[in-house]
């Protein structure tokens, strides 16, 4: 069957919300959780159910969206967005049966480190394996967002190139500064602006028409589908 609709992901690793909608789309908990990083399997299990739909990953600069749209982070913006954010994510981790763990520092990691380079790997990944990107964004996010590790400096690049069986990992982890893989990033962050990006994950669904939808939050997958012909069914179990 002929792919029909594109959905691009624009998503930033240090985005919990991001790395929701990332792994939501697979409902599977067994192979979410069992998942060696060398497998791939289609990035969502809603790519499975949905065959027509076809997903490019699109890391962006989540600090140069916001700023490009007059925003702040959530939880720097309004004081009591943090708390009600964590609850949040972790509550969606428990629905989505996602073993995340809200790192205590993040809204200091935010303040003082980021993500642009682990972003960037993924580019850089995309441009010369790209049958590694998915493993690699999944490396990533799971590092950080499920093991409380850094994705920061070049020692947790290796570990996580190494990890997916990535080729060169030391030659690609030069690359990051190389004016192709910054182009590359600058594309995608330009692309998602264009389209009223103000923060992440932001989707966009190109339609048969050649018309495009766009939606901000890992919360909108039910939309995504319907305007598809598909529905939404959920996560296979509900631990709330
Ligand atoms: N309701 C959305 C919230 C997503 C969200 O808060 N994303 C953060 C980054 S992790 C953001 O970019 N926020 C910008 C904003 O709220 O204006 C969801 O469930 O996914």
Known sequence: MSKKFAVDLYFDVISPYSFILFEVSDQRKSLVLNLSNSQLLSLHAYRAQWPKMDVTLKPVALGHVMKAAGNKPPALAVAAKGPYMMKDVQRLARYFDLPLQFREDFITIIQTKSSINADRLICAVQMTQPEKTEAVARAHFRRFWCERKDIFET??????????????????????????????????????????????????????DGSQEHFFGSDRLHMIGHLMGEKFTGPVSCKL
């Open 155 to 208: 020692a947790d690049f290796v570990e996580v190139l190494t990890s997916c069986g990535v080729a060169n990992p030391a030659t690609l982890v030069a690359s990051i500064t190389s004016e192709p893989v910054k182009e590359r990033i600058r594309q995608y962050t330009e692309e998602a602006i264009d389209g009223g990006c103000f923060g992440a994950p932001w989707t966009v669904l190109t339609l048969e």
